[in-house]
């Protein structure tokens, strides 16, 4: 059975730098493709980052880029976010996809950023 699980959400100051982690089981963990997507209140998901099942090629938005970066190590992916804005606001959802392009969903954590 496969899970995916986000941590590291929460309430921060603009400008902030937290760090989301994402855990996803039932495979080996190089195995999956992994992205980070949000979802804003009244908007609908959109792509924030991806890396590589060997952690070598990462893709960002525009929006993001310069500001998070993605990264993996052998048991989780993350995502750091720096100088964080109140546009960043959303639920941040991590995507595990597997060699056979299943995909597999967090039920998200939410990063509220106040002004």
């Known amino acids: 059975q496969v899970q995916v699980v986000e941590s590291g959400g929460g309430l921060v100051q603009a400008g902030g730098s937290p760090r989301l982690s994402c855990a996803a089981s039932?495979?080996?963990?190089?195995?999956?493709?992994m992205d980070w997507f949000r979802q804003a209140p009244g908007k609908e998901r959109e792509f924030v980052a991806s890396?590589?099942?060997?952690?070598?090629v990462q893709y960002y938005a525009d929006s993001v880029k310069g500001r998070f970066t993605i990264s993996r190590d052998k048991t989780m992916v993350y995502l750091q976010m720096n100088n964080l804005k109140p546009e960043d606001t959303a639920v941040y959802y991590c995507?595990?996809?597997?060699?056979?392009?299943?995909?597999?969903w967090g039920q998200g954590t939410q990063v509220t950023v106040s002004p």
């Open positions: 039932g495979r080996t963990f190089s195995d999956w493709a």
């Open positions: 995507k595990a996809t597997s060699r056979t392009q299943n995909a597999y």
């Open positions: 890396i590589s099942r060997s952690g070598i």
